[in-house]
């Protein structure tokens, strides 16, 4: 029973501060206290993802990022993936690359966006801008887990007279692929913030970013909302689907730890 | 000593290898004019315009603007974020009524924010700060919440039998012991910070390092381009390196505990 409080105690807590903002909001915008067409009320923005529902455009918009952050995420991880297990395996490619994979790796991914306008103006630059930022965690993971390859496990490939290439699929590929997975999710989410950079600093090209930021020269505010909670969401379930295919794929991973 | 020196020289010179044969490659390619010159810049030229550009001080200009603003966001991002990691970490209470808000707003992509707050706050210096902010706000609250979170129980129980304060608590034994944490979260922010002033001054502003990327564009100018994107790498690299080796200065005593674990 008393635990049953305290939980109940947690909610309310948890519940408090959102409920304080949206009340606050929504006498400030209802009463006018604050200028309307910049703090639409709760009322507006659901209105106004009414109308964009109507009309179609919410999941036309939706749809071309979505379709587009798969293909940039798509694209960069599997690029990525070769990337990270050829330096991990061989030591001198890693030598080689290492240093010129660095030196781009410090460019701020938002500076690619005017180079790739220069390669295409159309889908391909933006897919080619998400792709970059899709790729690093990758290969950084990739590469990594390649490398913590337990010791023990290679040598008993070698009393087992493995192939490099038995090796490689039997031992290095499944050992070093909860690492990968890992960079994945994270490649996931830098893809999906990216989608909305690439469409603001790209546009014409439909997608919610576009939207938003058309709604923003036409001071819709109520839609610009919208979109703020639309990619949200989105983000917030991609990642989450991430990290339960992380724990599927990796079950592997916990029963190495319990055997240490 | 002497073989790890030569050992060292040859990664060094391993690693040169791609570089220097993609800027032959490129040389070639232009001077063969195999693709139009306007695209690919022939890398002698990048540096010409590059030191044109630092001799007329223009690089530096937009440089110094870009900087200002990065630290004006991150100053007030990481700094807020630090207060709200630590009042999240010090109480429960507080944990479980600001956490919930401040991981629904941590869903959103950074970018989305650009539209709200370029109409909140126009397109103005205060805009950017703000962008910056947010962006440097989230990876230094994480990181403090962690640190502080993360300070062994023990440490904290002999403070309490010396009969800490909890401001000498504070000051003493906790932000010491979560320092490591504290810089990680401090790189991210400022990595972060720099990622984000270069993409707002890609949408709008009238000078700065991502503006002169995009006014070279617009020129078609792309060696210009180039050399933005190479000052941008650069300097970011640099923030990096400088706090490393702060870091490392100040936490000498670190190494061996971390080894220990």
């Given amino acids: 029973m008393k635990s049953k409080n305290i939980q109940l105690m947690h909610v309310l807590e948890a519940a408090f501060l959102p409920a304080i903002i949206f009340v606050a909001w929504f006498f400030a915008s209802s009463y006018d206290v604050l200028p309307r067409n910049l703090f639409p009320s709760p009322v507006d923005v659901l209105s106004g993802f009414y109308e964009v529902l109507n009309d179609g455009s919410f999941f036309y918009n939706l749809n071309i990022s979505v379709i587009r952050v798969l293909k940039g995420f798509l694209l960069g991880s599997i690029t990525g993936f070769f990337i990270g297990i050829t330096l991990g395996v061989s030591r001198f490619l890693e030598k080689l690359i290492t240093p010129i994979f660095n030196a781009i790796r410090q460019v701020p991914l938002p500076a690619w966006a005017p180079l790739l306008v220069l390669v295409s103006l159309g889908e391909m630059s933006r897919v080619l801008f998400i792709a970059i930022g899709a790729c690093y965690p990758v290969v950084l993971n990739t590469f990594e887990g390649v490398k913590n390859v337990r010791h023990d496990y290679m040598e008993v490939g070698k009393v087992f007279k493995f192939s490099k290439v038995k090796s490689f699929f039997k031992i290095i590929l499944p050992s070093s692929f909860p690492a990968t997975l890992t960079g994945l999710r994270l490649s996931l989410s830098i893809s999906w913030m990216l989608v909305v950079a690439a469409e603001i600093f790209m546009t014409s090209g439909g997608g919610i970013g576009e939207m938003m930021w058309s709604c923003r020269e036409f001071s819709r505010m109520d839609l610009v909302v919208v979109g703020i909670i639309a990619i949200a969401f989105v983000g917030f379930a991609m990642n989450f689907t991430m990290r339960k295919l992380e724990r599927l794929f990796s079950f592997w991973r916990i029963t190495l730890k319990q055997s240490r | ?261």
Wanted: aromatic content about 12%; charged content about 15%.
């Fill in chain 2, 1 to 261: 000593m002497f073989f790890i020196k030569s050992e060292k020289i040859e990664t060094v010179a391993i690693g040169l290898i791609v570089p220097i044969l993609l800027v032959i490659f490129i040389e070639v390619i232009c001077k063969l004019e195999v693709v139009p010159c306007q695209i690919v810049i022939p890398p002698h030229k990048v540096v010409i315009t590059f030191l044109e550009l630092i001799n007329t001080g223009e690089l530096s200009e937009h440089f110094r603007i870009s900087f200002s603003r990065v630290l004006a966001g991150f100053v007030l991002g990481a700094s807020l974020g630090f207060i709200t990691g630590t009042v999240m970490a010090l109480s429960k209470r507080s944990e479980r009524i600001v956490a919930p808000l401040l991981s629904a707003l941590s869903q959103v992509p950074l970018f989305g924010w650009i539209p709200l707050l370029m109409l909140w706050f126009g397109i103005g210096e205060t805009f950017k700060v703000v962008f910056i902010a947010f962006g440097a706000f989230f990876p230094m609250l994480i990181n403090t919440f962690e640190g502080i979170h993360g300070v062994s129980k023990s440490y904290i129980e002999v403070a309490r039998a010396f009969e800490f304060s909890s401001v000498k608590l504070l000051k003493k034994v906790l932000l010491p012991a979560a320092l490591p944490s504290l810089f990680t979260g401090i790189k991210l922010a400022l990595g972060m910070s720099w990622m984000l002033v270069v993409g707002a001054e890609l949408v709008a502003a009238g000078e700065g390092v991502g503006y002169l990327i995009v006014w070279g564009r617009q020129l078609f100018q792309m060696d210009i381009v180039f050399v933005g994107i190479a000052v941008v790498g650069f300097i970011g690299y640099l923030m990096f390196l400088t706090l490393n080796m702060f870091e490392s200065s100040l936490m000498r005593w670190h190494r061996p505990t971390a080894t220990n674990k």
